[in-house]
C-alpha cells in the first residue's frame, strides 16, 4: 500500500490527491503554504534585485521581468487550483499542477541564469 506524501513537492500532492491518496483538506493547506511561499519568493527577489548595481540591472532586466512574470504565474495557477477544488473539477486540478510544476522548474532555472548573470556583471 502506498502511503500517501506528508513531504514533498506540491505537484506530487496534487497527483495523490487525483488518486484518492490524500486529503482535500491537506492540499488546501499545502496550497496555502506554497502561495505564502511563492509571496516569500516574490518579496526576497524583489529586495534582491533593488540591491544591484545599475550594470547589474541592464544585464539582468529580461531575467528580472521573467521572474517577476513566472511569480505571477505561479499565484495565478495556485488559485486555480483553489478553485478546482471548491468546483469539484478535478481535471482543472490537475492542469493548474501541471501549470505549477512547469513554472517552478523554469523559476528555479530563471533564479539560477539571474544569479549567474548579476556576477558576471560584477
Not at 55 to 72: G, N, P
Request: aromatic fraction near 6%.
Amino acid at each position: 500500500m502506498e502511503q500517501k506524501p506528508t513531504e514533498g513537492n506540491l505537484t506530487e500532492k496534487i497527483a495523490a490527491w487525483t488518486e484518492g491518496r490524500f486529503d482535500e483538506g491537506e492540499l488546501v493547506t499545502a496550497i496555502e503554504a506554497a502561495a505564502e511561499d511563492a509571496t516569500n519568493h516574490r518579496t526576497g527577489f524583489g529586495t534582491v534585485v533593488e540591491d544591484l548595481t545599475p550594470e547589474q540591472q541592464e544585464r539582468c532586466a529580461d531575467l528580472i521581468t521573467y521572474a517577476f512574470s513566472l511569480l505571477d504565474q505561479l499565484d495565478n495557477e495556485l488559485q486555480e487550483v483553489l478553485d478546482g477544488l471548491e468546483g469539484r473539477d478535478k481535471e482543472r486540478v490537475i492542469t493548474a499542477g501541471d501549470m505549477i510544476s512547469r513554472a517552478s522548474f523554469q523559476l528555479n532555472q530563471c533564479f539560477a541564469e539571474f544569479r549567474n548573470q548579476a556576477l558576471a556583471a560584477l
